[in-house]
Structures are given as C-alpha cells and as structure tokens.
C-alpha cells in the first residue's frame, strides 16, 4: 500500500522523517551485489551498486553491452535474486519478501518492457495486453487493452499473434502491455532497440507523456542519445556501479 498523507497520524519526527523520505525516494538500493558462475570462474556482474529513484523521475541507464543493465533491471522487478544489497521499492523490500509475496507486487507495481519482448507466443495481441489487467482483477479489461494499443498504432492487431509480427510492432506491444494496468514503476530495456527512428521518438515520447502525466517512476535502458534526452537524468553502468552521466 502506499503511504498516504492521512495514514501519518503521530507527531514524531523520525516517522515524519521516514514518510517524507518514502514520499520523495520510490526506488533504491545499495551494496548491490551479482555474479555468475560459469563453472567455476565467477563473472561480477554488479558490485555495490547504489542509487535512488525519485517518484516521478525519469532516468536513462547507459553501458556498454554486457555491462550488467538487464541484470540490474531484472534485480529490481525480483525475476532475478541479488547475491546481496536491499532493494526497496515504495517502502518494500523487495530481498525479504517471499517469492510469492515478490510476483504479487511485481504483478500489480511494476510494468516491464523486456528486451526480447517476453510476449506469450500462444496468446493473441490483444490477450498479451490484456493479461495484466486480468491478473490483477482491474475492470474493463477489453476497453484498457483496446486503448493502449491503439497509442501504439496496433489496435487493427488484436487478434494476430507474437510470431506474425515484426520486432518493432512485439516491441510496441510489449510497450502496451507493461502500461495497461499503469504500475507505479516502470523499467524498460532498450524499449526503442528494434525500433526506426520516427517509430522509436513517438514511443519514447508516449512512454515519457504517461509516465509523467500519472506521475510514475520510469527507468530506461538505452543506447540511444536521442532515447536519454527524454530522462531528467543519465546514470552509466560502468565496472558493476552506477555512476551519474551528467
Ligand atoms: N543467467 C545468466 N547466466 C550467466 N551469465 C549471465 C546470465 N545473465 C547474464 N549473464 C552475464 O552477465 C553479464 C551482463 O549481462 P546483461 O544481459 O545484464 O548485460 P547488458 O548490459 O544488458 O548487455 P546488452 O546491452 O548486450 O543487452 C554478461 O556478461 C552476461 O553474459
Ligand atoms: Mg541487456
């Protein structure tokens, strides 16, 4: 749940301190640790990375490839397990909750755009898009689908699956997809990668209106200049830390 003015009902200074605290800072963590074994040589993907997250702001996460991005967005959203560091996301800590406590909050708060789409290949267009909003029991499931696919030019899809569709218009899906139930946090992997330049502007700019109209925290992946220049701030992913661009 999230904090409300009216659930702070003491005049005690450290809970006014962690309220305003929880209010401004949506996302953080620290001494984030991964690696990956290949036999037995261990690969340090990230090492003690730290950073907060704004509610609202707009970041753009750059790096080489292979330097760590999607391990770190799928550290945050809980699909992949840290080696150490707490993650916290609107006042939760993602590292101690259960595994099912961990996908009912990443159902409900987090909207992913998977650099491979991750799109059901079995399930229509419209039933990819559609599926957030049917797990997470929201209503007019047909009218919120129908409405972000429209945004992303692709309504006349509805019924066409995954495999009939070209990289650009899966990546445009899964773009609706991770909008439709409108999660308070947003991460999106190379959202604009498969993507020609005008098709790339226009969703970069629909992802940043919505974001900011409803006031979400959005974190971008990109190697696009053009993508980052949408982001209030740049960070790099650089030696298994996260450093400011600018
Ligand atoms: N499941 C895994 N098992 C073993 N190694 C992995 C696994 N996932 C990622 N890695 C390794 O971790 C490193 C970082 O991978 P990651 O996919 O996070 O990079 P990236 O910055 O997203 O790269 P790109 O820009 O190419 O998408 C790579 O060296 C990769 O081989
Ligand atoms: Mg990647």
């Known amino acids: 749940m999230r904090a409300s003015a009216s659930m702070v009902q003491t005049d005690s200074p450290l809970i006014h301190a962690e309220y305003n605290h929880l209010m401004s800072t949506f996302l953080r963590f620290h001494d984030l640790t991964k690696s990956y074994y290949e036999g037995d040589v261990r690969r340090v993907v990230l090492q003690n990375a ?27 959203s809980g699909i992949d397990v840290a080696d150490g560091g707490p993650i916290w996301v609107d006042g939760q800590n993602l590292t101690a909750l259960s595994e099912r ?31 957030p909003l049917e797990l997470n029991r929201i209503p007019h499931i047909h009218k919120g689908a129908q409405d972000l696919l429209e ?46 330049e005008e098709t790339g502007m226009q969703m970069m700019s629909l992802l940043a209106r ?29 030696h298994g830390e996260l450093v400011s661009e600018r």
């Open 151 to 196: 945004a992303v030019g692709l309504l006349d899809r509805w019924g066409t699956f995954p495999e009939k569709l070209s990289g650009g218009e899966q990546q445009r899906v899964a773009l609706a997809r991770a909008l439709v139930h409108d999660p308070l946090l947003i991460l999106a992997d190379e959202p604009t990668g498969n993507l020609d």
């Open 210 to 238: 919505l974001a900011r109209e409803r006031n979400r925290t959005l974190l971008i992946v990109t190697h696009s200049l053009e993508t980052a220049s949408h982001a209030d701030r740049v960070l790099r992913l650089s």
């Open 50 to 76: 730290h950073a907060e997250f704004q509610s609202g702001e707009i970041t753009a996460i750059l790096g080489k490839s292979g330097s760590g991005k999607s391990t770190l967005l799928n550290l945050i």
């Open 101 to 131: 406590d961990c996908t009912l909050f990443r159902r409900a708060q987090i909207g992913f755009i998977f650099q491979f789409f991750n799109l059901i290949p079995t399930l229509t267009v419209g039933e990819n898009v559609s599926l």
